[in-house]
């Protein structure tokens, strides 16, 4: 499965942004799928993952409530929409498909995305 983010940039803090992950190369459907962010000088960080079977979604507690994870099988799609955003949430973002069930962790997720930079300004 080939992945690849766009909808990044430059907002002010308090914006929104909608990020989206569209696979190629294969489907996402049985995959679990997750977002991440890697800030500069940082690990890459676990935000949020969403199952392919009953969409349960998880979120890591620094985003819950103001970002949304979602996914279209059909259209081999991911979305995370991102409000509220501080000027912590500036990274790189990507999404990653792992086929284990509750997984958080990098290793755990087998493809990955080349990244979409989201800057939130003061």
């Known amino acids: 499965v080939q992945l690849v983010e766009s909808g990044g940039g430059l907002v002010q803090s308090g914006g929104s942004l909608r990020l989206s992950c569209v696979a190629s190369?294969?489907?996402?459907?049985?995959?679990?799928m997750g977002w991440f962010r890697q800030a500069p000088g940082q690990e890459r960080e676990f935000i949020a993952r969403?199952?392919?079977?009953?969409?349960?979604?998880y979120y890591t507690d620094s985003v819950k409530g103001r970002f949304t994870i979602s996914r279209d099988n059909a259209k081999n799609t991911l979305w995370l929409q991102m409000d509220s955003l501080k000027p912590d949430d500036t990274a790189a973002y990507y999404c990653?498909?792992?086929?284990?069930?509750?997984?958080?962790?990098?290793?755990?997720?087998?493809?990955w995305g080349q990244g979409t930079q989201v800057t939130v300004s003061s």
């Open positions: 990653a498909a792992s086929v284990y069930e509750g997984a958080y962790a990098v290793r755990a997720y087998d493809y």
């Open positions: 190369r294969g489907s996402i459907m049985n995959y679990i």
């Open positions: 969403i199952n392919w079977f009953n969409e349960t979604t």
